[in-house]
């Protein structure tokens, strides 16, 4: 019963502090954005905008929610939910520091690729409950563009496996030894780069935002979506960022290990590590238009996913050899 | 010419994506960069000698009311026709005294004409571009309203306006001879026909 209890209050402070980050990625995002592109982003609500995520909360969730009449409401409703859960379930394997992960399970890396594809029949569903043409595109091109990467970036983390022998997210760190070198980005440089790509186009965003794609899509999938449900929808996208960006430190730059250890914060470098992922994440957005839908099915299926192949041969060479 | 769409690259340059990492250099390199935006109601732009704002009848510091003579080229020359005088003649003397003198802002295109041709500098266009209303009335200026727009004005000047001549107000390049005296002022040397930097002139001038 005290167990229970005390999970319950650890699942608490993860998710507020988890909503916490995704307000401020937000408002990170924006500045960052703005200052590219030589503007200054949000400036008003607060000292330099700083309340402006606490005020887009207040302002989405008093919004009139809109359900159109044609839409299947069951699956209308239902969709940012699943979307939301998916994503927030995928915290609860993530290791921050040693023992400090909610569901220590050993098949972490496999149960966040299975919500995360999860994730994607919220998108779909949405696009196709809402009942509307662009949101059927939008939810049509998510699915197609979450199978053809999914198969990318789990061959990628292979490689990984292969080396770590384990899909534990804590051991996987562990096995990379808290040294510089012992890092996987090194003989896993070409997984590497072929996750950074599937990671941008699993989570949806620039260059490969096509089920949003404002320009020619209105909105995607969310298009029909307003107040509380469409924030749901942006609050699962910015979560699947973070898990992402947590997976890439976790698999690649060597989790919660740094130079030096922080007394009484272990999580510290792991967050520091994220956050350069999020950096990364709308510095790419600030730079790259997008793709266009033929191109990015070749990108994944021509050029991607025989890289991820190739380095899961070499991988297996070199070790055979070498052990 | 022959235009080259696809610039050439090398396999080595095809593989580690050269182009894209210069965008990012430059995203990177903006990000450090000054932001040009300004924060408008706390920072107001700097307004330029000739800009063309607010209407304003300027207040004619001998008897108090308006320069203006009724001569109505103003109204004549006016494009949207916003500008409406009505006057009449003195018994006596015979010259003209104005009933009225209204301006419908909300027509007017601020092309300046009515300052430029004004023989007596009484309707300016002034600095203030501040004066948005939620009605039409109080953008309907009469001859009333316009005194006061001036007098508004010359208290965001700080006032000492009493012989403040705008060199803009000017016809631009007219010949000094079919000017009056009130429109004889000084203008700056690139105002002139000869001396304004416009076009072919503006492109050499730049690049030297």
Same mark, same amino acid.
């Given at each position: 019963m005290m167990q229970v209890l005390i999970l319950f209050i650890q699942i608490l402070v993860l998710f507020a502090i988890v909503m916490l980050h995704v307000a401020y990625a937000t408002y990170f995002e924006r500045k960052i954005i703005g200052h590219m592109q030589v503007r200054m982003g949000p400036m008003r609500v607060g000292y330099h905008g700083l309340l402006q995520p606490i005020a887009d909360g207040i302002k989405s969730f008093f919004k009139e929610d809109i359900i159109p009449e044609q839409a299947d409401k069951a699956a209308f409703r239902a969709a940012p939910i699943?979307?939301?859960?998916?994503?927030?379930?995928? !915290?609860?394997?993530?290791?921050?520091?040693?023992?400090?992960?909610?569901?220590?399970?050993?098949?972490?890396? #496999?149960?966040?690729?299975?919500?995360?594809? &999860?994730?994607?029949?919220?998108?779909? #569903?949405?696009?196709?409950?809402?009942? =509307?043409?662009?949101?059927?595109?939008?939810?049509?091109?998510?699915?197609?563009?979450?199978?053809?990467?999914?198969?990318?970036?789990?061959? =990628?983390?292979?490689?990984?496996?292969?080396?770590?022998?384990?899909?534990? #997210?804590?051991?996987?760190?562990?096995?990379?030894?808290?040294?510089?070198?012992?890092?996987?980005?090194?003989?896993?440089?070409?997984?590497?780069?072929?996750?950074?790509?599937?990671?941008?186009?699993?989570?949806?965003?620039?260059?490969?935002? #096509?089920?949003?794609?404002?320009?020619?899509?209105?909105?995607?999938?969310?298009?029909?979506?307003?107040?509380? %449900?469409?924030?749901?929808?942006?609050?699962?996208?910015?979560?699947?960022?973070?898990?992402?960006?947590?997976?890439?430190?976790?698999?690649?730059?060597?989790?919660?290990?740094?130079?030096?250890?922080?007394?009484?914060?272990?999580?510290?470098?792991?967050?520091?590590?994220?956050?350069?992922?999020?950096?990364?994440?709308?510095?790419? %957005?600030?730079?790259?238009? %997008?793709? %266009?839908?033929?191109?990015?099915?070749?990108?994944?299926?021509? &050029? &991607?996913?025989?890289?991820? !192949?190739?380095?899961?041969? !070499?991988?297996?060479?070199?070790?055979?050899?070498?052990? | 010419m022959q235009i080259q769409y696809k610039p050439t690259r090398t396999l080595l340059q095809t593989i580690l994506h050269v182009e894209i990492l210069q965008g990012m250099a430059l995203t990177l390199k903006r990000l450090f960069s000054k932001p040009i935006t300004r924060q408008y109601p706390q920072e107001k732009p700097d307004v330029r000698l000739g800009f063309r704002g607010q209407h304003a009848l300027v207040r004619d510091q001998a008897s108090g009311g308006s320069k203006c003579v009724a001569c109505m080229r103003c109204a004549t020359v006016c494009p949207s026709r916003c500008i409406r005088i009505r006057y009449h003649e003195d018994e006596e003397s015979g010259a003209r005294v104005v009933d009225s003198y209204d301006i419908e802002a909300l027509r007017c295109v601020y092309c300046g004409f009515c300052e430029e041709v004004c023989p007596v500098n009484a309707l300016v266009m002034t600095e203030v571009f501040e004066y948005g209303a939620y009605d039409r009335q109080s953008i309907f200026f009469d001859q009333q309203r316009l005194l006061e727009n001036w007098d508004r004005f010359t208290e965001l000047k700080g006032g000492g306006m009493d012989n403040y001549v705008n060199p803009f107000w000017r016809p631009r390049g007219a010949d000094e001879k079919t000017l009056t005296a009130a429109k004889r002022v000084k203008v700056p040397d690139d105002w002139t026909l000869e001396g304004q930097v416009v076009g072919k002139k503006f492109k050499t001038e730049r690049s030297v």
């Open positions: 699943i979307c939301l859960v998916a994503m927030m379930t995928s !915290l609860a394997v993530l290791p921050f520091a040693k023992g400090w992960v909610l569901a220590d399970i050993n098949i972490g890396l #496999l149960f966040i690729f299975a919500m995360s594809s &999860l994730a994607s029949y919220g998108v779909i #569903l949405a696009g196709w409950a809402s009942n =509307s043409k662009f949101t059927f595109l939008g939810g049509m091109r998510s699915m197609a563009q979450v199978i053809s990467y999914e198969i990318a970036m789990g061959l =990628s983390l292979v490689g990984v496996m292969m080396l770590s022998g384990t899909l534990n #997210l804590t051991e996987i760190v562990e096995a990379q030894g808290t040294s510089f070198t012992g890092m996987y980005i090194f003989p896993q440089i070409l997984a590497f780069f072929v996750f950074c790509i599937a990671m941008l186009a699993e989570t949806n965003r620039v260059p490969f935002d #096509l089920p949003e794609a404002e320009t020619e899509l209105v909105s995607g999938y969310c298009t029909e979506y307003s107040g509380m %449900r469409y924030a749901i929808f942006f609050m699962a996208e910015y979560i699947g960022m973070m898990v992402m960006a947590a997976i890439g430190t976790i698999c690649f730059l060597g989790g919660w290990n740094g130079p030096f250890v922080i007394p009484f914060f272990p999580p510290f470098w792991l967050i520091l590590k994220i956050y350069v992922f999020m950096f990364f994440f709308i510095w790419i %957005r600030a730079t790259l238009p %997008r793709y %266009r839908y033929d191109q990015l099915m070749e990108l994944g299926w021509k &050029l &991607l996913i025989p890289l991820a !192949l190739a380095n899961i041969v !070499l991988t297996g060479i070199i070790k055979a050899f070498t052990s | -």
